[in-house]
């Protein structure tokens, strides 16, 4: 979400570093939330088009993905009837795209 690239990027900004260390996690989120909260849309525009920008990448991943499945199904079919000699590398997955950060792994990062 657009909370959490600001998450972290606001904890790359020294003034805000300095207020966070010390702190515990709980402590931390509620300093976030309360700076976000306090931010007009004019400053929260940066993040949203950013999330914006990494969702529709996702997405875009996504269809490649989707696309590769139905050929990998494919492959499997295929090779479930010839004898097998030793590791199937055939039936392996195709990579799966990595999905966008969640807003707790860039909170914690």
Known sequence: TSYSLFCADAKTKAHIREELSGKTLSERSQILSKLWESMNEEQKLPYKE??????????KEMEKYRASLAEWKRQI????????????????????PKRFPTSYSLFCA
């Not at 950013?50 to 997405?59: D, G, H």
């Not at 295929?78 to 990579?95: I, R, S």
């Open 50 to 59: 950013q999330q914006s920008k990494l969702r529709s990448s996702y997405e």
């Open 77 to 96: 079919t295929c090779a479930q009837h010839l004898p097998h000699h030793g590791v199937n590398q055939v039936g392996k997955e195709p990579m799966k």
